[in-house]
């Protein structure tokens, strides 16, 4: 899959370089063993449980358990976490540099947030660029939604889910704006765009959005895509037409995360992390936004 690695936040992938042949051994001891604890530990679950149970089994709540027996706690400092924790990301593209985190909140969570959102949904604007109107730009985002901050669900599932963003992302709950819980229905779509502000076109920022986190809160049927059209650098001087759904297409799945990056890494705009929602063919789609910037929002 064009280089891209599951990975997992939290336990060090970086195997430090240079180790000798002789100290390799205690490592793969250790994952031998580890693997085949897993093993057997699903293995039992798949013999031992009838179907009822089996269906019950909180899975994610699961994992942690085996990941912290597997790798013991380190040392932790203060404002640190006692133990390793499991939130699993598989990267789709480093131009835009995207990561997809699947299960990254539970059913109810995201039934939870719809609730919320469903009763103050409005038509979705737009930031104007200099010489736009509501009038002029018409067509281009046609979904419904509301802004919500954590405090404003009472079922707490936007605090929970806010925590675990900053968590994966290790950029403080102060620098996200309120989620953006936006429904998109039949033939509703938001042409690619940039989530960044780019002064030349919107005027002087006080503070950018680094990246974007997206919460698929429903499964869709067919189409509402999450699209990168330049992926890699691909389209860009086809005079590409913003309204049209190509290059990495990202399907919606119920509780999963995406991650993308609108600057790059010395802080200028990635021209590749243009993107959009490609129309819902088939059912509804849901989803939370949040933006998260360099400097903080409260
Ligand atoms: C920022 O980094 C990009 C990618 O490495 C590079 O193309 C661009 O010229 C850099 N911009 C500045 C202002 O250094």
């Known amino acids: 899959m064009k280089g891209a690695r599951g990975g997992v936040i939290g336990v060090g992938g970086a195997a430090g370089g240079g180790l000798m042949r002789t100290r390799l051994r205690l490592p793969v001891v250790l994952i031998s063993c580890s693997l085949f604890f897993l093993a057997g530990f699903f293995g039992s679950l798949l013999f031992t449980q009838d179907p009822q149970a089996a269906e019950e089994v909180d899975l994610p709540a699961r994992r942690e358990q085996l990941l912290e027996a597997a790798w013991p706690e380190m ?16 990267i789709l593209s480093w131009q835009p540099r995207a990561l997809y985190f699947p299960q990254f909140a539970t059913s109810e969570q995201c039934d939870n947030i719809v609730q919320v959102a469903k009763a103050r949904l409005e038509p979705s604007t737009l930031a104007l660029r200099k010489g736009e109107t509501a009038e002029s730009t018409k067509g281009i985002r046609t979904s419904s939604g509301t802004f919500l901050t954590a405090n ?3 079922s707490g599932t936007l605090a929970e889910v806010e925590k675990k963003i900053a968590r994966a992302t290790m950029i403080p709950r102060n620098h ?8 998109y229905e039949i033939g509703q779509k938001y042409a690619s765009h940039y989530d960044a502000f780019d002064p030349a076109q ?3 920022q006080k503070s950018q959005r680094v990246s974007s986190f997206l919460l698929y809160l429903t499964d869709v049927e067919e189409g509402g895509e999450t699209m990168f059209p330049y992926e890699n650098g691909e ?5 590409y037409d913003y309204e049209k759904c190509i290059g990495l297409k990202v399907k919606p799945r119920k509780g999963d995360g995406l991650l993308f990056y609108s600057l790059m890494i010395n802080g200028t705009i990635d021209p590749t992390s243009l993107h959009g929602s490609c129309p819902v063919i088939k059912g509804e789609k849901w989803v939370a936004t949040k933006w998260l ?3 903080t929002v409260y």
């Open 293 to 295: 910037r360099d400097h």
């Open 152 to 154: 404003e669900d009472p």
């Open 235 to 239: 389209n860009m001087d086809t005079g």
């Open 176 to 183: 996200g704006e309120a989620f953006n819980v936006l429904r």
């Open 75 to 90: 040392a932790y400092g203060e404002s640190g976490e006692s133990a390793p924790s499991l939130i699993p990301y598989q």
């Open 202 to 204: 919107y005027g002087p």
